[in-house]
């Protein structure tokens, strides 16, 4: 009898693994486009030149010469790279330097009253960690505007590679991020030092932040008991995330100037650089979940939660960072897995299709290639890459491993003769067969087997079977529908 080996798209690991009987349970560094299986691009480093520091935002945009740029935020400097690859340190004179790592300390307020010395922190008493420092990051026209939170001050790049970035004038310092609304206003969040407040300048001047008759210039204090982290432009307008909750930002025009009505209790960030925007809608993770924003918030139903939320480093989540890569319709999390201080897995949703899917990739920080040619990524090292750039993982396997298939019928056992490939290229996917007789029971593994012929001779027995393919290095491979053979076997 010929079982088609049909599993749809997407990676399925909450539960146990027999409960993604029928779906994939494991992956790393492959997509599926159109129902078709291959391997995500590979990658490439642009320049040999690196940014110290680590580095936790990237963006890029195109200035009033049609040069493009990218603009990379690290705990301790600001970079400007060309399209070229030319990298420039820009950073702003005296800025306070920020965290490369998140730490955890003794603080005032912990304790109980009256017990120790007074003016001084209980060490046996944890406080609030103090977060990974990440860049908020915006554009101004041409002009580059970036808040580092542990500096607070407003600064301003306007694609000189001879000047550092300075500070703008009158803007409020002691700040945690920057927007530029769509109406081309300015907006400081967690403004002044207040942690919820947020000032805007007038509309079209940056420099002007006191609010008169004769301007649109303001500032609003959220009714929020959380920490203003970023915000985004979305469509209709733009949302503030504070690690608690979510709010809208509606343009009333003067003399209001702007509405800031609540749109999530529960969904706050995990970490400053947990956004993205997609199509006008915002993609961002929460403490415990996914979300979505297309004109109201929801959680978005996650078939990796448990791989995701069960294995990351909690005390190194702030290093959280999220990119969206548009030519596949992917949203993407880079996040510090529970045995890594840094970096080391990835998450993705592919909001065309419905699916989710995960591997390992140590990159803290990424962008979309418009309009650069491709995404560029750094790692913990300051190295800086092109992405999606040819098949080529630098050694890092590409692979699915789906859950099990049931061979057999209630007690009896199958053994697999044959595999029928299905391959864009034959020989390109190689496949080991691994069988139980009971879902906690010993597992038996059989291969790998590569298409060198059709069918394939195999020699593979057991009651519950899955399959790992892997696929060779730097080829654009393809995996369909494979078929094996079954035949009956014993009861054991």
Not at 1 to 10: A, K, Q, R, T, Y
Not at 301 to 326: E, G, L, P, Y
Not at 404 to 416: F, K, Q, R
Request: a negative charge; proline letters at 6%; glycine letters at 10%.
């Amino acid at each position: 009898m010929l079982v088609p080996l049909n599993i749809p798209p997407g990676v399925y690991t909450n539960g146990t693994e027999y409960q993604s009987k029928g779906r994939n349970f494991d992956a790393n560094l492959v997509r599926w486009q159109f129902g078709a299986l291959g391997p995500m691009g590979g990658w490439r480093q642009r320049t040999s030149a690196t940014v110290s520091g680590k580095a936790r935002r990237v963006i890029s945009w195109r200035d009033n010469n049609n040069q493009v740029w990218a603009a990379i935020g690290t705990n301790s400097h600001l970079y400007a790279m060309t399209a070229g690859g030319a990298v420039t340190d820009i950073t702003p004179s005296g800025l306070t330097a920020g965290r490369a790592d998140a730490d955890t300390g003794a603080g005032f307020g912990t304790g109980l009253y009256g017990q120790g010395p007074y003016g001084v922190s209980n060490p046996a008493v944890v406080s609030t960690t103090n977060p990974a420092s990440i860049w908020s990051l915006d554009t101004f026209g041409q002009i580059l505007l970036g808040v580092l939170p542990d500096d607070g001050k407003l600064y301003e790049w306007n694609v000189n590679v001879n000047v550092d970035a300075t500070q703008v004038t009158n803007a409020p310092v002691d700040n945690r991020a920057v927007l530029v609304t769509p109406e081309r206003i300015v907006m400081c969040l967690g403004a002044a030092g207040v942690p919820r407040d947020v000032a805007w300048s007038d509309q079209e001047d940056r420099n002007q932040w006191t609010a008169a008759a004769n301007n649109q210039a303001g500032n609003f204090s959220l009714q929020t008991a959380g920490t203003i982290l970023n915000a985004v432009n979305v469509k209709g307008g733009s949302l503030i995330f504070t690690d608690k909750d979510v709010w809208r930002v509606v343009y009333l025009g003067p003399p209001l100037v702007y509405g800031f009505p609540q749109d999530n209790a529960g969904g706050g960030l995990v970490s400053a650089g947990a956004v993205t925007t997609a199509d006008g809608a915002a993609y961002w993770m929460s403490h415990e979940n996914f979300y979505v924003y297309t004109g109201y918030s929801q959680p978005i139903k996650c078939d990796v939660h448990d791989a995701v939320f069960k294995d990351i480093n909690r005390a190194q989540i702030s290093k959280v960072t999220a990119w969206h890569n548009a030519s596949f319709g992917e949203v993407w999390w880079f996040y510090p897995s529970a045995d890594s201080t840094e970096n080391d897995k990835y998450v993705v949703y592919d909001y065309r299709e419905g699916h989710w899917n995960k591997g390992s990739l140590s990159r803290l920080c990424a962008t979309d290639k418009a309009p650069l040619p491709y995404p560029i990524a750094v790692d913990a090292s300051g190295k800086i890459y092109d992405h999606e750039f040819g098949y080529d993982h630098n050694g890092d396997v590409s692979f699915i491993e789906h859950g099990p298939v049931e061979l057999g019928v209630g007690e009896t056992t199958a053994n697999v003769t044959f595999i029928y490939p299905d391959e864009s290229a034959q020989g390109d996917v190689s496949m080991t067969f691994k069988t139980k007789i009971y879902p906690n029971s010993a597992e038996r593994s059989f291969g790998p087997y590569t298409a060198t012929q059709q069918p394939v001779p195999v020699r593979v027995h057991g009651r519950q079977m899955l399959v790992k393919a892997i696929g060779a290095e730097s080829t654009n491979w393809r995996l369909g529908i494979p078929r094996i053979e079954v035949m009956p076997g014993s009861k054991r």
